[in-house]
């Protein structure tokens, strides 16, 4: 059993679309984060959400909007895709108050056109 | 704001060498981390660091941390060519389970 799944892993689509990334984790965790990790490897927080709570929320457009409905699960909803967006987008899961490890899923790599 | 930077970007080493990969960030903090990715994967968690003067070892790969330094180390002993991948380290800002991330170390070990 993957401890962390995201759906899609790839996704391909055109400027202006909208698209969202699922993510699920069956860890019993209670926490949950996005990162992007850009051409170069860099990885950035974007969000996290504590028990549906959203906690964290950096510098980010807008167009991201994170949605949690219950605490094993984290979306991700992107609206308008620009070219700046394509990325790997990996969801993560810890226990707050634990040791602070991440675990993370596979990754979903989008490519906007 | 918290800056978290690796030393070297990218390192090229041979098999049966020894080498450090190094790690300094800007602010207070004892939990540290590192992961390692291989290429198109996910993150892999290898060490988590959370108090001064904190060591783990597995297999060829230790890592240790020093708070006051602002310092964490990951040596490598008699690389093999497995251990290529893009290592990170990341710190812990102000113990609030957000993750800033180093810029990576790319290790390549040739024969």
């Known amino acids: 059993d993957t401890a962390v799944s995201q759906t899609p892993k790839y996704l391909v689509t055109q400027m202006g679309n909208d698209k969202s990334i699922k993510c699920e984790q069956n860890l019993g965790h209670d926490t949950m984060y996005w990162y992007k990790q850009d051409s170069k490897k860099f990885l950035k927080i974007m969000f996290s959400y504590n028990n549906k709570e959203l906690i964290i929320n950096e510098t980010v457009p807008n167009r991201f909007s994170p949605k949690s409905p219950d605490k094993a699960h984290l979306n991700l909803h992107i609206n308008s895709l620009e070219l700046g967006d394509s990325a790997v987008y990996f969801c993560a899961s810890s226990r707050r108050g634990a040791s602070g490890e991440l675990f993370f899923g596979e990754g979903s790599r989008l490519t906007v056109l | 704001e918290l800056k978290v930077e690796q030393n070297p970007l990218f390192l090229s080493m041979q098999e049966g060498k020894n080498y450090t990969i190094y790690c300094n960030y800007s602010?207070?903090?004892?939990?540290l981390y590192w992961y390692r990715q291989d290429p198109g994967k996910s993150l892999e968690s290898l060490f988590v660091?959370?108090?001064?003067?904190a060591v783990k070892q597995e297999g060829r790969l230790m890592a240790s941390l020093d708070t006051k330094a602002r310092l964490s180390t990951l040596h490598i002993t008699a690389a093999v060519h497995d251990l290529s991948a893009t290592y990170f380290c990341?710190?812990?800002?102000?113990?609030?389970?957000?993750?800033?991330f180093g810029t990576g170390t790319r290790l390549q070990v040739f024969p």
């Open positions: 602010t207070t903090s004892d939990r």
């Open positions: 660091l959370l108090s001064n003067g």
């Open positions: 990341a710190v812990d800002m102000y113990n609030t389970d957000k993750l800033i």
